[in-house]
């Protein structure tokens, strides 16, 4: 075949995959136009996860008619006006998005711009434009896009659910109102308002999509290097969560999902947070335009750093200077968030947070002879010199409890004499969920209505998620409805739970129910369930265990199945053998 110019419409499409694979990043693009075009209210509207329709109703400049088929034409834009790309203060310069998505959607954008006579309107569906005319129109801008793929149904394949996709369009809204605080957002998606926000300060921003609880607990951070400057709000170790969607990074302006920054993150909390927990923070970052590069990838989510190292120290040190504050918010340096600062301090002790143990346990032998040499301050419950109260049956493969030490793990000695070390919260959480399990599968697990039922405030999209999960969490004996906007009542809850902290639990379900995306099979969702609420009732590292408890604990070790290691695939038990310990002592040759 002889090389011939692809076809306009043909580029488009290509460039629509690259540009436009999801929904999500439809709507951001929209989004970004409607902010650089300096919108102060910004309404975003999605049905069906936005693959029906997504629309996007700004305040902002409004493109004059004679511009519109400019507008959708390729490598068209009003914004580049350094062609050295260095300097880059709007989102969007490439001037790709629309003639994207008017490729492989049916676009269409009403806009009048201030002073012009009445809004015009031009339509493209596939690639196929339609004169502009006039319309009825507000100042500003309408960017509707219908039956998204529907010009490329070899992409279409690719999507989601409609609830995947809506979750992640809802969730790119959500990052770029974190973005533009300034800016007044409403997000509608399936005929739910999520949030509907006025225009006000940061601290309030974030408290309002963060949701009430954490907000109350965050504290303000500010720091600065050579020209980089670091603000935001960072959660205390305690306001940890299952995953990292209470993370929201920007960086000049431009919401990120930038590698180094997540990873910055992890280690400036890596001792204070239990491994496969994450920690809460919304971080702003501005630097000279000339130490970045946004350019990096056509959907500009990820950047470069000219420093990437000082970018990565400066986050990790303001950080930990931060945690290491008193835990008073009135004391913390805050100077552009004075709004939080007036926010009482945290309640003594986190509210809600899992132990560390378990994931040092998993680390192993090393770490398992620190713990043995623990200081003497590490008063362990009982005497550890006292004799075994008799020699452990053969029968008990994992032994006569001997100590429990650092209120998280116990010792005992297996009948071939090896030390066995168990992660007391770990095991725990095994037997409880394989408990529970048995239960629901012989559909037994019993309900247990609360006296007072119990109010948990949630972000917005968080509690409209767990409420799409009602029935499933009612077959697990937890009962929940609507409680006006981002709060829901709880009824009831599963019996074999005592004392649920019902606003931790519902939180780490609702994340649970996000994390895997996809509605998952019933089977899946009730399985996650399930670990949840075993981790919720299971006895905490830091609890000193009676002899009694700790036996009991390890003979329902013995009997269950699968008691090995924890369900988040951690071990719950070490075995020292004789072998071992000559090792680490370096008797053996
Ligand atoms: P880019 O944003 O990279 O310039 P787009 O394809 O997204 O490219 O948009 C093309 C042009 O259309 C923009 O440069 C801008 O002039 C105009 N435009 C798009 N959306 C809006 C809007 N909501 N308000 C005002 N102008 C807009
Ligand atoms: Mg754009």
Same mark, same amino acid.
């Given at each position: 075949m002889p090389i011939r110019r692809l076809a306009e419409t043909t580029i488009n499409r290509i460039a629509a995959g690259e540009v436009i694979e999801r929904p999500a990043a439809a709507v951001k693009e929209l989004v970004e136009n409607a902010l650089d075009a300096g919108s102060t209210r910004i309404e975003v509207i999605l049905a069906g996860g936005g693959i029906e329709r997504i629309e996007i109703i700004d305040d902002g400049c409004g493109i004059p008619a004679e511009e519109l088929p400019l507008a959708i034409e390729r490598h068209a834009t009003s914004k580049l006006q350094d062609e050295a790309l260095v300097q880059i203060s709007t989102l969007g310069f490439r001037g790709e998005a629309l003639p994207s998505i008017g490729a492989a959607a049916k676009l269409t954008l009403i806009s009048r711009p201030a002073g012009q006579d009445g809004a015009w309107r031009i339509d493209v569906a596939g690639g196929a434009i339609t004169a502009a005319r006039p319309a009825a129109g507000l100042k500003g801008t309408r960017a509707i896009v219908e039956d998204l793929f529907y010009a490329t149904p070899a992409r279409r394949k690719f999507l989601r659910s409609p609830r995947a996709e809506a979750e992640a369009a809802e969730r790119t809204v959500w990052r770029l109102a974190l973005c533009a605080p300034h800016v007044a957002f409403r997000l509608v998606?399936? =005929?739910?308002?999520?949030?509907?926000? /006025?225009?006000? *300060? =940061? +601290? $309030?921003?974030? %408290?309002?999509?963060?949701?009430?609880?954490?907000? &109350?607990?965050?504290? @303000?951070? =500010?720091?600065?290097?050579? =020209?980089?400057?670091?603000?935001?709000? #960072?959660?205390p170790a305690s306001l940890n969560r299952a995953t990292t969607q209470l993370q929201s990074f920007v960086v000049n302006g431009r919401p990120v999902q930038d590698s180094l920054l997540k990873l910055a993150l992890r280690l400036a909390y890596r001792d204070v947070i239990p491994a496969g927990r994450h920690a809460v923070a919304a971080l702003r970052l501005e630097l000279p335009d000339e130490a970045l590069d946004v350019n990096v990838h056509p959907a500009k989510s990820e950047l470069r750093f000219a420093d990437q190292n000082g970018v990565r120290s400066l986050v990790i040190g303001a950080i930990n200077r931060a945690l290491a504050q008193p835990v008073s918010l009135g004391t913390a340096p805050s100077a552009t968030l004075p709004s939080l600062a007036l926010r009482p301090p945290p309640s003594a002790g986190p509210r809600y947070s899992l132990p560390p143990a378990p994931s040092r346990a998993a680390r192993g032998f090393a770490e398992a002879e620190l713990a043995l040499a623990a200081p *003497?301050? +590490?008063? /362990? &419950?009982?005497?550890?010199? $006292? *004799? +075994? @109260? %008799? $020699? *452990?049956?053969t029968g008990h493969p994992l032994g006569a409890p001997l100590a429990q030490i650092l209120d998280t793990y116990v010792l005992a000695q297996a009948p071939d004499g090896a030390l066995v070390i168990v992660d007391q919260h770990a095991a725990h959480e095994r037997l409880t969920e394989e408990r529970l399990r048995a239960q629901f599968q012989e559909g037994r697990i019993a309900t247990q209505p609360l006296l007072v039922p119990v109010v948990v405030d949630l972000p917005a999209m968080e509690a409209a998620r767990l409420l799409g999960e009602t029935e499933t969490l009612a077959r697990l004996g937890l009962e929940i409805e609507p409680f006006g906007p981002g709060a829901i009542l709880v009824r009831a809850v599963p019996a074999a739970l005592k004392d649920p902290d019902a606003a931790g639990l519902l939180r780490d379900l609702a994340e649970e129910f996000a994390e895997a995306g996809a509605p998952l099979a019933l089977e899946a969702k009730l399985d996650a369930a399930l670990a949840r609420l075993a981790?919720?009732?299971? #006895?905490? +590292?830091?609890r000193r265990l009676q002899r009694e408890e700790i036996d009991a604990l390890l003979r329902e070790m013995e009997a269950t199945p699968r008691a090995a290691t924890c369900s988040h695939g951690r071990p719950t038990f070490l075995k020292l053998t004789r072998a071992d310990l000559e090792k680490l002592f370096g008797r053996s040759g």
């Open positions: 998606s399936d =005929e739910r308002v999520l949030f509907d926000l /006025p225009a006000q *300060p =940061e +601290a $309030a921003r974030v %408290a309002a999509l963060f949701g009430r609880e954490a907000a &109350a607990n965050m504290m @303000p951070l =500010e720091a600065q290097r050579d =020209e980089v400057k670091l603000s935001g709000l #960072i959660g *003497p301050a +590490a008063r /362990p &419950a009982f005497d550890i010199q $006292a *004799p +075994a @109260p %008799a $020699a *452990p049956a981790c919720h009732r299971s #006895i905490r +590292a830091g």
